[in-house]
């Protein structure tokens, strides 16, 4: 009995030591506090590590969470980044990267808890700990640059390897989220980006005239290219933009449109109602699923064995993988230029100009310019975008 009691007791003064040993903590995000349901942040003193639910810190950053319940694992959703965070482990999985955190993540009252090193490893936040307050006050909106962005760049590749250089040179995290020009543009007017790359020259003019950006900054240029079967029914191999464009709607051979005011869809127009054409008829398929880029225009586009109009880079990372080749190319109607447009901080004082800008100089400079003119070259023995930055054609003369 004496021996039972003992046992008891010893349990009964662990499981007090670790209650005694988990204080709440309060949390908030940029000074708004971050209301938890269920169970609060806590700081273990045995582990000397604050512990914080999950789905709740990471909602008040912007994020989705979602459960993936075969691998039992959540998965969180920021911007460019997707998150992969198991159980009782110590390595997050960041876009397909590994990332190891000192301490594992926990379970307390069914809630997943990650130790406060995840907020500044994985989601590029800045944190900071004030053991005598109880207070963890984490900085997200002007410790890191978000940028709303055209599809094409960031599904080739360059805008996440702009990012990543930058990042290393000065430790400021980057994020971007993409979109046709027209929705990127649209996103840009909450004051929720500091800045937007994009590459269709009417629409960022008014962007500016309506006073939410401050100037147009160019970075680089590709071109677009008329696309088609090998076979090529319309016969338009060769020919003017405005001929080939003529022979498509005459044969009304199939062709594909974005049909969702992004760059690529806003030059197609200007080609048309340059040729003098208005485009209609069961020939002409305003695509639904345009809004997800130009990567998956051009797939659809291919399994329709179709005609379409997308930007080179696109055509380079997808030529093995489809049959339909470029046809109508080289003139200078056909020139893609993309630029940055800062945030006009003066209509968003929350916007983090200072930092937006030194990654917009750090693309015009010789050396982002030089990474732009390199870019996978060696992959597809051609470029994939041009330098075009004031900073670069100086340096050319």
């Known amino acids: 009995m004496?021996?039972?009691?003992?046992?008891?007791?010893?349990?009964?003064?662990?499981?007090?030591?670790?209650?005694?040993?988990?204080?709440?903590?309060?949390?908030?995000?940029?000074?708004?506090?971050?209301?938890?349901?269920g169970q609060e942040a806590i700081y273990d003193d045995t582990q000397n590590v604050v512990f914080i639910p999950l789905h709740a810190v990471c909602e008040s950053l912007g994020a989705e969470v979602k459960w993936d319940d075969v691998?039992?694992?959540?998965?969180?959703?920021?911007?460019?980044?997707?998150?992969?965070?198991?159980?009782k482990d110590t390595q997050i999985t960041v876009n397909s990267k590994k990332v190891d955190l000192e301490n594992n993540i926990v379970v307390m009252n069914q809630r997943m808890m990650v130790p406060m090193e995840f907020i500044n490893k994985v989601l590029g936040s800045k944190v900071d700990w004030n053991k005598s307050e109880g207070l963890v006050s984490i900085f997200d909106r002007n410790s890191k640059i978000k940028m709303a962005s055209t599809i094409g760049p960031i599904d080739a590749g360059i805008v996440g390897t702009l990012a990543q250089k930058f990042e290393e040179k000065t430790d400021v995290n980057v994020e971007y989220l993409g979109a046709g020009t027209g929705k990127a543009l649209e996103m840009s007017k909450t004051g929720d980006f500091d800045l937007v790359m994009v590459h269709a020259k009417a629409l960022e003019e008014q962007f500016i005239a309506d006073g939410y950006g401050e100037e147009r900054i160019?970075?680089?240029?590709?071109?677009?290219?008329?696309?088609?079967?090998?076979?090529?029914?319309?016969?338009?191999?060769?020919?003017?933009?405005?001929?080939?464009?003529?022979?498509?709607?005459?044969?009304?051979?199939?062709?594909?449109?974005?049909?969702?005011?992004?760059?690529?869809?806003?030059?197609?127009?200007?080609?048309?109602?340059?040729?003098g054409l208005s485009p209609e008829g069961d020939w002409y398929i305003v695509w639904e699923g345009g809004?997800?880029?130009?990567?998956?225009?051009?797939?659809?586009?291919?399994?329709?064995?179709?005609?379409?109009?997308?930007?080179?880079?696109?055509y380079l990372a997808l030529k093995?993988?489809?049959?339909?080749?470029?046809?109508v190319e080289g003139e200078e109607a056909l020139l893609n230029f993309?630029?940055?447009?800062?945030?006009?901080p003066e209509r968003f004082s929350q916007v983090n100009h200072s930092l937006a800008m030194a990654f917009i100089e750090f693309m015009t400079s010789e050396?982002?310019?030089?990474?732009?003119?390199?870019?996978?070259?060696?992959?597809?023995?051609?470029p994939m975008f041009f330098p075009d930055s004031t900073e670069w054609k100086n340096l050319s003369r």
């Open 2 to 37: 004496k021996k039972v009691l003992f046992v008891f007791l010893c349990c009964f003064m662990l499981m007090t030591l670790n209650v005694q040993a988990q204080q709440p903590v309060e949390v908030v995000v940029d000074n708004h506090p971050v209301v938890f349901t």
């Open 71 to 87: 691998a039992e694992k959540a998965i969180v959703k920021l911007m460019n980044k997707t998150v992969e965070v198991p159980i």
């Open 218 to 275: 160019a970075v680089m240029y590709n071109d677009f290219v008329i696309i088609g079967p090998a076979n090529d029914p319309a016969e338009i191999k060769g020919r003017t933009v405005a001929d080939a464009l003529k022979k498509i709607m005459e044969n009304e051979i199939k062709l594909v449109s974005r049909g969702d005011n992004s760059g690529t869809h806003v030059k197609e127009m200007e080609l048309w109602e340059e040729a």
């Open 291 to 314: 809004s997800q880029g130009n990567s998956a225009t051009l797939k659809y586009t291919n399994e329709q064995q179709a005609y379409t109009m997308i930007d080179r880079a696109t």
């Open 320 to 327: 093995n993988e489809i049959t339909i080749i470029p046809l």
């Open 338 to 344: 993309i630029s940055v447009i800062p945030v006009n």
């Open 367 to 382: 050396e982002g310019q030089t990474i732009i003119r390199d870019f996978k070259k060696d992959i597809y023995g051609e």
